[in-house]
């Protein structure tokens, strides 16, 4: 059965840092296109990063230079590492699976919250 | 401000049959493929529909997506309460240069 299961979310203040985690289950995060979309609280989604399963990584432009996104495949796990956090920033953070290497998100992980706040 | 435009709310009587619009451009619907997601409040998303029209398994076959030129729509036939959620349409964005969603259209089930 496939699984995305997000932790690292927390409460940080304006300028910090977090690394988020997604660990995998049922499936090859190498084999796979592996992004992050978050939700700000009451709003719509938004796409952040993706890592191809080449390797190559992109990112949306607000947050290019500050979010670096990883794996691990030896733990089949994806990361998101936010640096300089800004209140925009805060939002639930969703770890997706991408169906057929096209944004088609089939699997979608239940979200960690990150709030950035003094 | 959404580069895919979505009516913020539709609503129907539950056998009823809804039609929810995505309207975008040619930077994103009118060369690429558009996805449906369905997210009930405090859940996360789930794809409904990929590649315009094409059903995820599982997504029962009330649930229809098309696309004309530079405009989608996710049609859902005999509706049910349990239809009640917010959808979001999505698309890769030539001049993004990365895949966009609508602002979300809240279905209510009355």
């Known amino acids: 059965e496939v699984q995305l299961v997000e932790s690292g979310g927390a409460l940080v203040q304006p300028g910090g840092s977090l690394r988020l985690s997604c660990a995998a289950a049922?499936?090859?995060?190498?084999?796979?296109?592996m992004s992050w979309v978050r939700q700000a609280p009451g709003k719509g989604l938004e796409w952040v990063s993706v890592?191809?399963?080449?390797?190559?990584?992109y990112y949306t432009d607000s947050v290019k230079g500050r979010f670096i996104i990883s794996r691990d495949t030896s733990k089949n796990t994806v990361y998101l590492q936010m640096d300089n956090l800004r209140a925009e920033d805060t939002a639930a953070y969703y770890c997706v699976r991408d169906l057929t290497a096209s944004y088609d998100f089939d699997y979608w992980g239940q979200g960690t919250w990150v709030t950035v706040s003094s | 401000q959404s580069l895919l435009t979505q009516p913020p709310s539709a609503s129907g009587t539950p056998g009823q049959r809804v039609t929810i619009s995505c309207s975008g451009s040619?930077?994103?619907?009118?060369?690429?493929?558009v996805n449906w997601y369905q997210q009930v409040p405090g859940t996360a998303p789930k794809l409904l529909i990929y590649?315009?029209?094409q059903r995820l398994s599982g997504v029962p076959d009330r649930f229809s997506g098309s696309k004309s030129g530079t405009s989608a729509s996710l049609a859902i036939s005999g509706l049910q309460s349990e239809d009640e959620a917010d959808y979001y349409c999505a698309s890769w964005d030539d001049s993004l240069n990365g895949p966009t969603f609508g602002g979300g259209t809240k279905l209510t089930v009355l």
């Open positions: 890592i191809y399963y080449g390797g190559a990584t």
């Open positions: 049922g499936f090859s995060v190498a084999n796979n296109y």
């Open positions: 590649k315009d029209h």
């Open positions: 040619n930077s994103n619907i009118g060369s690429n493929t």
